[in-house]
């Protein structure tokens, strides 16, 4: 069976005619002003700036360094008490006192305090640990690293306790 061109340039456009008017919606816009779609980072992923230290961590949440800091001997740069933290260093470091035996680790991890994680940077200057969590639990630690630490003691980079 033959069809001639006139026939099929007839059926395509029928065809192109159906579906353009079945695809096809309105295209006057609803009313009123044009909003925004998207969530902002803050609404998406609520996080705390963390802009001074001696910092303490006493509430679930997600944290973030602002920039790099150096800190005093007589303190850890960031203390955790609380559980479900994440700490982003975000390329960042925690600087800690230029004296040979410093008593102090850069970030402490309270007992009471599981399911730490530290993310992305670099801890450096520390005697003793530069993250010390021995008696908490399932912590993790991401992309930091670590230079000089435990040079007085011995110690080493980190110490996480059961399930790290």
Partial sequence: MRYSPAR???????????SAHAHSG??????????????????????????????????SGSYYLTRSFTFPQDTPAITVSASDVTIDLGGFGLIGPDTYCNDRQAILIAPEAHRVRILNGL??????????????????????????????YGDGAITLGRGA
């Fill in 26 to 59: 309105p295209l006057d816009p609803p009313p009123g002003a044009v909003g925004p779609t998207m969530k902002t980072l803050q609404q998406a992923e609520p996080r705390t700036p963390i802009d001074a230290v001696p910092f303490q961590i006493t509430t």
């Fill in 123 to 152: 801890i450096t200057n520390m005697a003793h640990f530069g993250i010390s969590g021995a008696s908490s639990g399932h912590c993790t630690v991401e992309g930091v690293t670590f230079k000089n630490t435990g040079y007085c």
């Fill in 8 to 18: 099929i340039t007839a059926a395509a456009l029928a065809a192109l005619l159906i």
